[in-house]
C-alpha cells in the first residue's frame, strides 16, 4: 500500500466549475497535511496546508481534512484554465519530512 | 514567501562523469534541506536530508557514495551525481525548510539532468 494515494486522473472540468481532489494516506500519525501544484517542468509551489479536521478556506481553495477517515480534499471554486496543472497531496509523518502523492493532473477547459 | 535557488535548471553531461547541483537558499538560513528526484509522470521522490554541518541521511534504496550531499553553511546544499548513467536523468529538485515546521519548506526550481 502506497503511503498517500492520489487518483492520477486527467480530472476535467469546465471553466467556473469547482474542481475536487482527494487523497488518501496511511500513516495514521501524520499531524500536517500539504497541498502543492506543479506545472508541467516546473517544481512544486505550496498552495495550502492544514492541520486540524475541518476545512480551512483561502481564496479559491477550501482543504478539508478528516483523521479519523484518512483523507484530505483540496477543492477548487471557479476553476480557470490556469489553474490546470498537477496537484500533489503531502504528508508530513514525522520530524519535517514530506511524502508526496503521485499526483493528479487537472485540465479546466474553457 | 522564501527563495530557494538551485542551479543549474538543466545540465547535459556525458556518462560518467559527475554533475553538482547547487541548492541555495537566499534569504534564509535552512538547517535543513531535502534532494527529491521526479522521473516523468510520478511523483516526487525523497533522496535524502541535508543538515547543515553533519552527514546527510539517505533514504533506503538510494546510494550515498553515488550522490553525493554537502551542507556546507546555512545556505547552501550540494548534491553531486558521480559517474552520472543515462539511468541517472531525472528531474533533481531541492527543498529548504524555514523554520522548525513544514508550512515553511521552499523549493527550488528543480534541474533537469540528462546523461548521454
Known amino acids: 500500500q502506497k503511503e498517500v494515494e492520489q487518483n492520477s486522473g486527467p480530472l476535467s472540468v469546465p471553466e467556473g466549475a469547482i474542481a475536487s481532489l482527494n487523497c488518501t494516506y496511511s500513516?495514521?500519525?501524520?499531524?500536517?497535511f500539504f497541498w502543492y501544484r506543479q506545472y508541467s517542468g516546473k517544481s512544486p509551489e505550496l498552495i495550502m496546508f492544514?492541520?486540524?479536521?475541518g476545512d480551512k478556506e483561502d481564496g479559491r481553495f477550501t482543504a478539508q481534512l478528516n483523521k479519523a477517515s484518512q483523507y484530505v480534499s483540496l477543492l477548487i471554486r471557479d476553476s480557470q484554465p490556469s489553474d490546470s496543472a498537477t496537484y500533489l497531496c503531502?504528508?508530513?509523518?514525522?520530524?519535517?519530512?514530506?511524502?508526496f502523492g503521485a499526483g493528479t493532473i487537472l485540465r479546466v477547459k474553457s | 514567501g522564501a527563495v530557494v535557488s538551485q542551479h543549474p535548471s538543466r545540465v547535459i553531461c556525458k556518462s560518467g562523469t559527475s554533475v553538482k547541483i547547487e541548492c541555495r537558499s537566499l534569504?534564509?538560513?535552512?538547517?535543513?534541506m531535502f534532494w527529491y528526484r521526479q522521473f516523468p509522470k510520478q511523483s516526487l521522490m525523497l533522496m535524502a536530508t541535508?543538515?547543515?554541518?553533519?552527514?546527510?541521511?539517505?533514504e533506503q534504496g538510494v546510494e550515498k557514495d553515488k550522490f553525493l550531499i554537502n551542507h556546507a553553511s546555512l545556505t547552501l546544499s550540494t548534491l553531486t551525481v558521480t559517474s552520472a548513467h543515462p539511468e541517472d536523468s531525472s528531474f533533481y529538485i531541492c527543498?529548504?525548510?524555514?523554520?522548525?515546521?513544514?508550512?515553511?519548506?521552499?523549493f527550488g526550481q528543480g534541474t533537469r539532468l540528462t546523461v548521454v
Open positions: 527543498s529548504a525548510v524555514k523554520g522548525q515546521a513544514n508550512t515553511e519548506a521552499f
Open positions: 500513516d495514521r500519525g501524520s499531524q500536517s
Open positions: 492544514i492541520y486540524s479536521n
Open positions: 503531502a504528508v508530513n509523518p514525522y520530524g519535517n519530512k514530506l511524502v
Open positions: 534569504d534564509f538560513q535552512a538547517t535543513t
Open positions: 541535508s543538515n547543515e554541518g553533519s552527514k546527510a541521511t539517505y
